[in-house]
């Protein structure tokens, strides 16, 4: 789907096709309130990590991890690219167009095909290198964006890496026999990953529009960077919305649909939403832990062992999107025992 040229640049007021008619403004949102009301801020590299981890992650599906070795500099340096390549010309970010099944790219969030509005967004997709679309966008000037990106990745992956660790840990499982998430195709099968950037352009009517609607993300788990901006909200079954506060150098982490079927039904894979803004041009980075394709995902046999029935089927991440992107709320409840 492209965008209208004009639709973000200093519209006066939200064009029809982008007014929802369940809004941020009509549910209940809880903006800072006390503290076991919002998702922990944990410091991973703490001992007590362990516990807090799997506190938030059964109770939320969420935490902010702090202490996690990747310098702001780098957050702030990749922020600054992202928002190098939304500044451009919508026609010239329509040059490198994610395909309608694909997801390196510009484009609208994949969701979107899921909801008969459109949200106040648009994105771009990397997997490894993103030096195909950069230099289509820049043909001279694009080798400090795929540094930067290309560095992001590296240094996000190993931290994925080590937060699949303590989350797993945090259950009990320490043989890393017992912790292999994934039944690889291949020999040489390794995780994979995805970086996306987000942007929410200030919106002239934000509490009638939408930044990205209410989704699970299907990943392991996602890692979030949310820049200084309010925006990102998370479903809590007694609260409601809730706003996840931006703490400056921290990284939100979302249990995702995988890690919720891998734990065997222990993790909570959150709920969450974003809503805009009239004054700010919000960016995100979301970093998301895959399986190969091909991979067999399967809750594991440690826990089934406790639990003594598994909760959901074995699924190939292949299979497992390709059923999330017809019906986003059905995917979970289709493997289900
Ligand atoms: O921008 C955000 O804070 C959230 C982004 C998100 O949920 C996603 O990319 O899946
Ligand atoms: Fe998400």
Redesign the pocket.
């Known amino acids: 789907m492209k965008f209208q040229t004009q639709t973000f640049n200093n519209v006066p007021t939200l064009p029809d096709s982008y007014v929802w008619s369940t809004t941020p403004s009509e549910s209940p949102c809880l903006h800072s309130i006390d503290e076991k009301q919002v998702p922990p801020v944990v410091d991973i590299g703490d001992p007590s990590a362990f516990s807090l981890v799997r506190d938030a992650c059964e109770k939320w599906g969420v935490f902010q991890a702090m202490n996690h070795g990747i310098p702001l500099s780098l957050f702030q340096e990749t922020e600054f690219e992202a928002r190098r390549l939304f500044s451009l010309p919508t026609e010239q970010k329509q040059h490198v167009a994610r395909l309608p099944e694909g997801f390196t790219g510009y484009g609208l969030?994949r969701i979107s095909r899921n909801f008969p509005k459109l949200m106040w967004s648009e994105c771009f997709g990397m997997i490894g290198s993103p030096v195909e679309h950069a230099s289509q966008l820049w043909p001279q000037d694009h080798a400090k964006f795929c540094e930067v990106m290309e560095q992001f990745q590296e240094e996000m992956k190993t931290l994925c890496e080590k937060l699949v660790a303590i989350m797993l840990c945090s259950l009990g499982l320490t043989n890393e026999q017992d912790t292999k998430w994934f039944e690889p195709k291949n020999e040489s099968d390794r995780a994979k990953c995805f970086l996306?950037l987000?942007s929410y352009p200030v919106c002239p009517d934000p509490d009638r529009a939408m930044g990205?609607a209410p989704h699970t993300?299907s990943s392991l788990f996602?890692l979030?960077y949310?820049g200084g901006i309010n925006?990102?909200q998370v479903y809590d079954d007694g609260v409601g919305w809730v706003d996840v506060q931006p703490v400056e150098g921290a990284l939100v982490v979302n249990v995702g649909d995988l890690m919720h079927i891998v734990s065997n039904g222990r993790f909570k894979s959150v709920l969450?939403r974003?809503v805009v803004n009239n004054t700010r041009h919000r960016i995100?980075t979301?970093f998301f832990y895959l399986p190969p394709w091909d991979a067999k995902v399967s809750p594991l046999k440690k826990l089934v062992e406790f639990d003594h029935l598994p909760m959901y089927r074995p699924v190939t991440w292949k299979e497992y999107v390709e059923t999330k992107s017809k019906d986003l709320s059905k995917a979970l409840d289709s493997i289900r025992i």
């Open positions: 969030v996306q987000n990205l993300d996602t979030l949310q925006g990102l969450h974003v995100s979301a």
